[in-house]
């Protein structure tokens, strides 16, 4: 991991009232193995507002994501007696593609926060956890699955993030209506970006050369190189140019530019 990425605690930007649940009853998986730890998490989120499913291993979790159709957001322990949240992310993703997820760790190892962002974890915080910071993490990332379900028309028109919640960003021509926001935060978790490979496919996307990238980043022209690298990698972009054309094909837009 590099000097980059090493955050003591990490949760995506994404603008709203920090744990105000954007409508009733947000469902959220909860993954603990101490039950004092997961019974603290039940209350506060069900004081909250949220409606809360907890489960002590990996397995009763993945089991949990099978019978559930509806979670906004999983909260999972790092560390778990069966496994780790790394075995219980993939199969969140295969079956609820849009459910984000949001990990508790107190692993001191720098490459475990590399190994969440890379599995597809939306985020996660160190531990130990209190109330606010919990809450803060959790709205965030129920805000941040619900943002993707409407950008995508699953979810009705009181779902939607108020202006004062969310600022959105859209890229707009004569045949083009795409909030390239939405978009690069689904990439993201598809194809496993870690955040400052996030960073780095958004300049790309403004055309930055390597040394604004570099500037932007704190760190060297060769680093900046090896992200661009990693960005085209798991994105399958041709190019950086390339970039927006596959951020609109997952989108299912038309590129107007795009020779016939």
Not at 65 to 78: E, G, K, S, T, V
Not at 168 to 174: C, G, K, N
Request: hydrophobic share 40%; with cysteine; aromatic share 6%.
């Amino acid at each position: 991991m590099s000097d980059t990425e090493s955050p003591s605690r990490w949760v995506p930007d994404i603008p709203a009232s920090l744990g105000r649940v954007a409508r009733a009853k947000p469902k959220i998986l909860v993954v603990e193995d101490m039950d004092v730890v997961l019974e603290m998490y039940l209350r506060t989120l069900k004081g909250a507002g949220y409606d809360v499913v907890g489960c002590p291993t990996a397995a009763e979790g993945i089991e949990a994501i099978a019978q559930h159709r509806d979670f906004d957001a999983a909260l999972l322990d790092f560390s778990l007696p069966d496994g780790t949240a790394l075995d219980i992310i993939p199969v969140l993703l295969d079956n609820r593609p849009l459910t984000k997820a949001l990990v508790v760790t107190g692993q001191d190892d720098e490459e475990v926060p590399a190994q969440l962002m890379s599995a597809g974890a939306h985020g996660y915080i160190q531990k130990p956890v209190e109330d606010a910071s919990l809450l803060a993490g959790i709205g965030a990332t129920v805000r941040a699955t619900q943002a993707w379900r409407v950008a995508l028309g699953q979810k009705g028109g009181d779902d939607l993030p108020t202006s004062e919640d969310e600022e959105m960003l859209m890229f707009q021509t004569q045949s083009i209506n795409f909030d390239i926001r939405h978009g690069l935060a689904r990439l993201q978790f598809i194809a496993g970006l870690s955040p400052v490979q996030t960073i780095t496919a958004w300049r790309l996307l403004w055309g930055d050369p390597d040394q604004r990238i570099a500037e932007l980043l704190g760190c060297t022209k060769r680093t900046v190189k090896y992200h661009v690298s990693q960005v085209l990698a798991r994105t399958g972009a041709r190019s950086r140019s390339d970039l927006l054309r596959v951020l609109l094909e997952d989108a299912g837009v038309e590129d107007p530019w795009a020779k016939s």
